[in-house]
């Protein structure tokens, strides 16, 4: 069987090619691709934008306008992985800015209703320290914020 690898499907009620663009905007080695639009006769107006391909940091989508039935909700999620407190700050303003929300643990809802973990890639490397006390704190600490704090993390995870 020959495929071309996986695309993400994202539903949304109108607001597909807002949302690609938004997502291209925010990541790296991203870009728009081919935009469809609904015929004559669909549940749709014709004209309407029916779906909109593109790239996301090298990873496919399709941003589809398929109505109001079916809205995102926790179960799925994008993890961003954040190499320093500045990414973190840039990526948790982006998905926050014009109707988001913050959400535990590092958690935060788009505009869309698109779901996200903005992570730093240390504390992935701390919650798999051998040392469990050393984990244990970083968790702790994790759970008491929204938007995650590296160095209140690194202080956590030291005993401090």
Same mark, same amino acid.
């Given at each position: ?109 788009? &505009? ?9 890639? &240390?504390?992935?490397?701390?919650? &798999? ?7 244990? &704190? ?23």
């Amino acid at each position: 069987m020959d495929t071309d690898g996986f695309t993400t499907c994202l539903w949304f009620d109108g607001r597909a090619e807002e949302a690609a663009r938004f997502y291209v905007s925010l990541f790296e080695n991203s870009g728009l691709g081919a935009v469809t639009y609904y015929p004559e006769g669909a549940h749709q107006p014709a004209g309407n934008v029916l779906t909109v391909d593109f790239t996301a940091n090298g990873q496919k989508f399709v941003a589809l306008n398929g109505g109001p039935m079916f809205t995102f909700n926790e179960a799925v999620s994008f993890q961003i992985t954040c190499h320093d407190q500045k990414e973190v700050d840039h990526y948790w303003a982006a998905l926050t800015e014009d109707g988001g929300e913050e959400g535990p643990c590092g958690w935060v809802k788009d &505009r869309f209703g698109l779901s996200w973990q903005v992570v730093p890639a &240390r504390l992935e490397e701390m919650f &798999r320290d051998p040392d469990a006390a050393k984990a244990a &704190r970083a968790n702790r600490a994790m759970m008491s914020m929204r938007k995650l704090d590296i160095a209140a993390l690194e202080k956590a995870y030291a005993g401090e």
